[in-house]
């Protein structure tokens, strides 16, 4: 089965420092895909970045990149440039099967000043 | 607006109570879930839905049940509230192509 690892509970970078947030990932499929999405503190849960296995380049979105090491089985967040607002949590998540995901524990990311 | 609403925002019930958790989608999605978020887990999946009238067990389904009788909605039904159910319930859905699409959640406490 599907297992998403996230061995990060808390991170604090600066503001306008980049940040990296790891996320390891255990699965037999060949192709399949990793999801983050961030939870900030209103609870809300809004969808971040994906990336499949199969592509050829990693994923970006704006100041999000996923750093995917295949080989490695990790897919770890890349926040560039980190602001006040990114002050949340981070979850990955993978596809298990009927669409359903599974999702690590998360990690909680602090942006001071 | 389209999206999926979930309601109550907040409910706070007694031990041994029904409760029902309510999820609205406007996507015509055809998957549907019920997540539960709860310190230390992350978000674990409690029931599942791949169409109307097509539900399944999650990896917590115990104390649970859903019916999907519309496309759009998909209930959560507490049987008998336990304080090992306080926490904040998530609805989803998604088709094949899209991310997963988060209601805003429901903060349950059981007393």
């Known amino acids: 089965a599907q297992k998403i690892t996230q061995t990060q509970p808390g991170m604090f970078v600066q503001e306008k420092e980049a940040v990296t947030l790891d996320c390891t990932y255990d699965?037999?499929?060949?192709?399949?895909?990793l999801f983050w999405y961030k939870q900030p503190s209103s609870g809300e849960m809004i969808f971040l970045i994906y990336?499949?296995?199969?592509?050829?380049q990693n994923a970006t979105e704006g100041r999000y990149s996923l750093n995917f090491q295949k080989a490695r089985k990790s897919a770890n967040l890349v926040i560039s440039a980190s602001q006040l607002g990114d002050s949340a949590m981070y979850f990955c998540?993978?596809?298990?099967?009927?669409?359903?995901?599974?999702f690590g524990t998360g990690t909680r990311l602090l942006v001071s000043p | 607006d389209a999206g999926i609403t979930q309601s109550p925002r907040y409910k706070i019930t007694e031990t041994g109570r029904q409760v029902t958790l309510m999820c609205h989608q406007t996507?015509?999605?055809?998957?549907m879930f019920w997540y539960r978020q709860d310190l230390g887990h992350g978000l674990r999946l409690i029931y599942y839905?791949?169409?109307?009238?097509?539900?399944d067990k999650g990896e917590v389904p115990d104390g649970y049940v859903v019916s999907r009788s519309k496309t759009e909605n998909f209930p959560l039904t507490l049987e008998s509230a336990t304080r090992s159910q306080t926490s904040v319930y998530f609805c989803?859905?998604?088709?094949?192509?899209?991310?997963?699409?988060f209601g805003n959640g429901t903060r349950l406490t059981v007393t």
């Open positions: 989803a859905s998604r088709d094949s192509d899209s991310p997963l699409h």
């Open positions: 699965t037999s499929d060949q192709s399949y895909g």
């Open positions: 990336q499949g296995s199969y592509d050829e």
């Open positions: 998540a993978m596809p298990t099967g009927f669409q359903k995901l599974v």
């Open positions: 996507w015509s999605h055809s998957y």
């Open positions: 839905s791949a169409a109307a009238d097509i539900t």
